[in-house]
């Protein structure tokens, strides 16, 4: 073990500072008068981008999305995964990975809800432990985010998360803190938005406090990137590293700010030491090895996400049609059947090393000559991307003049562009280029071509401008809010006729973030038509499966949702198909929960989400029976937009006004807002359907041992025909108590997997804090006097299992375990 003491005091001031901000866009600058090595940083939750930008870059895993992982509710399997996504990081030549996202999924809307794990702190802390654990047993750190009250992508880098302390620490901080208590993870990213007024990043209370001195974190607190917006505020309040780099605030500026007395020396120090702290637990305080990144394509990662991806799949609806036979004909239907919808979009997203559409999955299991097709309708949000070759023609300034510096090839018309661009043959914030390609439609008729860009753009046709992003550019809902909402035109083109496509594009001033990005896209409409069509075609199959739902063009960061309607025409396209053969099982896959308007005629629903590379492999596993639908809701789905929790005539609840969010609701999100308001959702939390069939008998609790601890015992069997699994689920609902609380909390679960027949006896431990709320007047933990009912069953709203315990007045200690 390296004395970090001694090699922190060996440091000059200016290297001291210098480990607190990025050198570049993902790295932390080395120290070689001291033999100190460079800290690397890759994008994940569910996967290890690496050092590329969004799009493009070496290949990678794509895992599962964060609510996928949410479902399977197991831990186990999520340490698997946190071990298998170490081996990625390292394959980028990486130290540590920026994830898991645990932010609490406080609305439906929220764009970034796929990236999270639930509505429930606590299943949330208990997936987030075993992440962390299994990737920090591998020596790649973790880096926990966004610390905290990041649960809108509105405004999100300015806006203020207005939560009460109470709220905070029993919801929105609880899996952070069991993190820091349980997996002793190593880095947390703040995140953009004010907390209480105040930003996150220089936020002392949340980073000083209530992080180090009521949790006793030894760990670093990186900022988001660019969400670091001062010198002394951040340093101060406990931010270790301004990310990215090359400094913006810290620097000759925290130098100055040193010698001046506005942060005081011994502050540099500890932050210092910190990054030094976990620079050596990841392993990059003396890797003076070269910078590579490659592909590992390994057979046991494949094999992983395969099954994690049917392990996170929520059966929602069955009357007797899934698992399928695999006899007779299948229809295919849908805007999803064809399209691997593996991610969500945002800083997450990859460039994965294959991706398996349900087509594919589906041919490979029953044969592609059973399989008939029809699209029936479209669910983008912005039109098809257009594919290459397109030559990029890289000017100096704005105006697309002068010689032409630096000519590169893309494969697609979306780019986004970090420092440095161009090679560094441009200032990355004064630049302009020049597209040229060309595109073949398939098809005469009428074709929309759209234009998003942080940046101005304009795209012509044969000359001819459609789409036109640059006069009159106006910001929108993309790119993180850098972008403008797309800009769409019209053009009519022939059938095999090739035309020329040229885009224009020069930088803009970032208001928020420094990148500049554009994305172009062109198809063509469908409607009545072809719904039609794909109506024609379920009724002359024996079965249809129907793939509908988003993409990550809808589900993802830097936009929330509107609502939760499929896009689209996609509810007219379930109700025809089901109309035209009764024996079509749905496939949803969003990021969180959808309407659905034509429930009462569907026999199978399957919920999918976005369940990494092995889409495909992984639906047909489950709708073959070869794998058991083994996920439960981790969010409750409501039958309407207006029915959820952060539904409210005043709009400082949702989405925000003047700066401000506020979360009125309190303890109140997700099943307990529900029960509060006596609101019968579409399905609970902790719904879901397998192939077989459990029952549960005799629920035991122990009295509380000398620390307040009980034990819970009950029986679960097997009583259908095959192996499966299921999830035991233990919830608690309080005694009288001072304060308000919810009717009933998660407070404990067990997933079995049983054979058929199979019965087992669990145990589930409820440590003290499980009956316990926060005093916000004596800043701690308080358990009340009185009876406390345990209820068991399969979801929150199938409960059919009591037992009471008495609790003595107790205090715990903010110190304590989780």
Known sequence: MTDLAALVDAMTLEEQVSLLSGADFWSVPAIPRLGIGRLIVSDGPNGARGGGGLIGGVTAAAFPVGIALGATWNPDLMRQIGVALAHETRSKGAHALLAPTVNIQRSVTNGRNFECFSEDPVLSAELAVAYIDGLQSQGVSATMKHFAGNESEIERTTMSSDIDERSLREIYLLPFEAAVKRAKVWALMSSYNKVNGTYAAENHWLLTRVLRQDWGYDGIVMSDWFGSRSCEPTVNAGLNLEMPGPPRDRGAKLVAAVEQGLVPREQVRTLALDMLRMMERSGALHDQTPHLETADDRPETRALIRRAGAEGAVLLKNDGLLPLARTGTLAVIGPNARVAQIMGGGSSQLNPHYRVTPWQGLAAALGEDALTFAPGCTNHR?????????????????????????????????????????????????????????????????????????????????????????????????????????????????????????????????????????????????????????????????????????????????????????????????????????????????????????????????????????????????????????????????????????????????????????????????????????????????????????????????????????????????????????????????????????????????????????AREVTLTLPPRAFAYYDVAQGDWAIAPGAYTLAAGFSSADLALTASVTQQARRLAVGGMV
């Not at 969010?661 to 939390?685: C, T, W």
């Not at 719904?687 to 034990?711: I, K, Q």
């Open 382 to 758: 912005w039109e098809p991307l257009l594919t290459g070759p397109f030559t990029v023609s890289f000017h100096r300034g704005r105006n697309l003049q002068g010689p032409v510096v630096h000519t590169e090839t893309m494969t697609n018309l979306e780019s986004f562009w970090i420092p440095p661009v161009a090679g560094g043959a441009v200032d990355a914030a004064d630049w302009s280029a020049r597209i040229t390609g060309h595109f073949t439609p398939e098809a005469s008729g009428l074709h929309r071509v759209g234009v998003i860009a942080a940046g101005h753009a304009r795209v012509k046709i044969d000359g001819k401008i459609i789409a036109n992003a640059w006069e009159g550019w106006t910001k929108g809902r993309t790119y993180f809010e850098e972008g403008n909402d797309e800009v769409v035109g019209e053009v009519t083109l022939t059938a095999g006729q090739p035309c020329q496509v040229e885009v224009e594009f020069c930088v803009k001033p970032a208001e928020n973030l420094a990148f500049s990005a554009l994305r172009v896209g062109i198809g063509r409409p469908m409607g009545e038509t072809e719904i039609a069509e794909a109506a024609r075609v379920a009724a002359g199959a024996d079965r249809a499966v129907l793939f509908v739902g988003r993409s990550g063009e809808w589900d993802t960061e830097g936009s929330d949702l509107t609502d939760i309607r499929l896009p689209g025409r996609q509810d007219d396209l379930v109700a025809a198909v089901l109309k035209a053969n009764p024996n079509t099982v749905v496939v949803l896959q969003t990021g969180g929960p959808v309407e659905m308007p034509w429930i009462g005629q569907a026999r199978a629903v399957l919920q999918a989400w976005y369940p990494g590379q092995e889409c495909g492999n992984a639906i047909a596993d489950v709708l073959f029976g070869d794998a058991e639908p083994g996920g439960r809701l981790a969010q409750t789905f409501p039958v309407r937009w207006q029915d959820n929790p952060t539904h409210s005539q005043d709009p400082l609840v949702y989405p925000g006004l003047d700066g401000h969010v506020r979360y009125d609701e309190g303890l109140f999100i997700g099943y307990r807002h529900y029960d509060r308001q006596n609101i019968l959702p579409l399905f609970p939390f902790g719904h879901g359907l397998g192939y077989t069939t459990f029952a549960m008998s005799d629920l035991t609790a122990s009295a509380p041992d000398a620390s307040g601890a009980v034990t819970a015992r009950l029986t679960v069997t097997n009583t259908g025909a095959r192996a499966g699994s299921t999830v035991v689920q233990l919830y608690l609902r309080p005694a009288k108590a001072p304060v308000d609380r919810p009717d009933r909390e998660l407070k404990a679960f067990a997933k079995l997997h049983l054979a058929a027949g199979e």
